[in-house]
């Protein structure tokens, strides 16, 4: 299995190179041609190269060569003979099917599980020195990882950035207001909304991964720096189309603000990458929109340069010769199966990789409708039950392309027609998916089981209703499907539907009996999901079918509180108009108001305030507004909670005080603040984790203990100041 994967890691890498030299050399030209945004995707080349290396290589049969049966069969040496040579020993096998791989390529004399695991180490230790340095300038600027968390730095030299893969975010310095005019504030957010809408943070997740997988490769480096330098210039031509008559002032705050700001080791800055080429980008704000004629061109440029990268890399794989063997002579001894570089994990059948190739090579007949082949396989002996993942079994597979023949000659072969593949699915699943319904009956009438469960893909009439397939699924509710089957992970029928917002499915599935208010533990209610996806139509729908605007989901929380954490202010007041209560608690998620105060949502918390929100409401796991609020650092919600009402001394167990969690996130302005509001210095309270006891460590928190813990000494400094008593044990976490 490792001289498998580290065979391809290798195919990967020289695929990866080539097209890194091609975007190297062609991206000055394609610049001056096309315009920044072209050269920019110019780099999905890279990653289209690495994948087409790793396609299965092209497929040739071979009939059996008559040989001498009277010679000895051995095991000859990778210097001895070529791979075809090698393949030729196995001619007077038992009926069997095997491939074998033609290829010039050779790896190091070096042992295979040794390089293996230097590459894993060496991509461990690149992703994670990224990952340290990142966590280091969070914590430097008093900055927190997630979604609502703070935007504003605690420094003047950090920013304007975008953070964050999943949920990117703007950051800018504290002193943004007053080092900026608002016309230069307004660009600068202009050009990193830009890298947001484009999806820039996401493809730098890529380019990051594609950097750490090819760790070894200094191409990669060179690549990545020149890689964000077009991000840059693509987004500062982004910009230019909506603000090109202010080219001037884009210009000069860039050269305002070349000596300001820390770049963020993960994010897309102001700043790019470099500062180098600062000149480079202000020369081409001077140049004029590119022509529609000019534009079109670049981007037919671009599509035939990504196809044309795909062939090739493909061309230049090995080609996979399979040997059909139907020899009558006795099986030679099973160590002739067995390459000397192939990994069987220690296990003393050391046809297991044999087997994996023999599959393998079924699948992709099936899936090629190559049917001569795959019927010699299967009359060879070929595991008709084979998972190939990413794939399927054989059946799934034929089920997938429509082809009902091979599922009857696999079925007569002993293809289990059941057979669940995690993350592929059953035969029955594959096919409601792909809407096949002559394919779905046929399966059914087989025996296929309606209600079979595959894990990440759910059941076959969660698939159509994700599909939004009315007609699948009125078949499979005939068939007997249990329309409130959970599949973890995938929810349910009337999940999907609302997933893929289909009315006209849901009412198919709330005729067959789907419960309005069930839970779909990790999934939530039919509210919270429609709720989550903004989909309004669906939320009047159920709100008129009577479904609980109150019911609490574990893990997603109330409707309103689900509302809240995203800001939708539309449903929010949907959802109280309807009846939802304001105040409504879920364990481990909290209140409405917590949830907006989280996300350092001033309008969103004004409306639940103005809506009866209770200021000072427990959410255990949460604490309460005013706690969640100190710990994100967010002095203006602070303040704003304190007007309200908020006791700047409440506890919660497990959450503790404002002050605690101030100091504990290492937040000097809210400390200061609540200190003077008549913030206990000097409270110590209970942490709620009762297993430290037995472990010799505290129970008990501290403001000043809690500072030392995390080592802000500032504040240390500062609430000794306020008369805070030294810690009388050390404190965990």
Known sequence: MTSDILFLMAQSALGASAAMLLVMLARKRVLAAFGARTAYALWLL????????????????????????????????????????????????????????????????????????????????????????????????????????????????????????????????????????????????????????????????????IRSLNWFNPLAYVAYGLFRTDQELACDERVMRSHGKHRRAYAETLLKSQLMGERAPLGCSWFGDTRHPLKDRVARLARRELSPARRMAGFGLLLGATSLTGVAAWATLATQVVYLDGS?????????????????????????????AQGAALVDAILERRRDHAEAFLKAGVDVNYHRKGDGTPLSVAAMVGDREMVDLLIKAGADINKVAPGDGTPLLVAARSGDREMVEALLKAGADVNAYSPGDGTALIAAARSRDKEMVELLLEAGAQVNQVAPGDGTALLAAIDSDSPAIMEVLLEGGAELDMVAPGDGTAMTAAVQR????????????????????????????????????????????????????????????????????????????????????????????????????????????????????????????????????????????????????????????????????????????????????????????????????????
Do not use: C
């Open 328 to 356: 009558k002579a006795s099986p030679v001894a099973l160590d002739t199966f067995v390459s000397a570089d192939m990994d069987t994990g220690g296990d003393s059948e050391q046809v297991d990789p044999l087997k994996e």
């Open 534 to 733: 903004r989909a309004t139509k669906v939320v009047d729908q159920l709100i008129k079918l009577g479904a609980s605007v109150n019911k609490a989901a574990p893990g997603e929380g109330t409707p309103l509180l689900v509302a809240a954490r995203s800001g939708d202010t539309v449903m929010v007041d949907k959802l109280l108009k309807a009846g939802a209560d304001v105040n409504g608690y879920s364990a481990g998620d909290g209140t409405p108001l917590v949830a907006a105060v989280q996300a350092s949502d001033m309008v969103m918390v004004e409306k639940l305030l103005k809506a009866g929100a209770e200021v000072n409401k427990a959410a255990p796991g949460d604490g309460n507004a005013l706690i969640m609020a100190s710990a994100i650092g967010d002095l203006a919600m602070v303040k704003r909670l304190v007007d309200a009402g908020a006791d700047v001394n409440a506890f919660v167990l497990g959450d503790e005080t404002p002050l605690i969690a101030a100091s504990r996130g290492g937040h000097m302005e809210v400390v200061e603040y609540l200190t003077g509001k008549g913030a206990d210095v000097n409270a110590r309270v209970r942490t709620g984790d009762n297993y430290y006891k037995s472990r010799n460590k505290s129970e008990y928190r501290t403001p000043l203990g809690q500072a030392l813990r995390y080592e802000h000494g500032d504040i240390a400094e500062y609430l000794r100041k306020k008369g805070a008593s030294e810690p009388t044990e050390p404190e965990d976490r």
């Open 46 to 209: 890279v990653p289209i190269a690495m994948v087409a290396s790793l396609l299965p290589a092209d497929f040739v049969v071979r009939e059996p060569v008559e040989r001498d049966l009277s010679r000895p069969v051995t095991q000859p040496t990778n210097d001895q003979i070529s791979t075809e040579a090698r393949a030729t020993d196995m001619e007077t096998a038992a009926p069997v099917a095997r491939t074998e791989t033609q290829s010039s390529f050779q790896l190091p004399e070096v042992p295979t599980p040794l390089l293996f695991a230097l590459w894993i180490a060496g991509t461990g230790v690149s992703l994670g020195a990224l990952a340290i340095g990142q966590r280091r300038f969070m914590k430097r600027h008093g900055l927190k990882p997630g979604l609502g968390k703070s935007r504003v730095a605690r420094h003047a030299d950090v920013g304007p950035a975008v953070l964050g893969f999943l949920n990117p975010r703007i950051v800018v310095p504290h002193d943004f207001r007053d080092a900026y005019s608002p016309l230069e504030r307004k660009l600068i957010l202009a050009h990193e909304q830009a890298h947001i809408r484009a999806g820039d943070m996401q493809t730098n997740a890529l380019a990051i991964a």
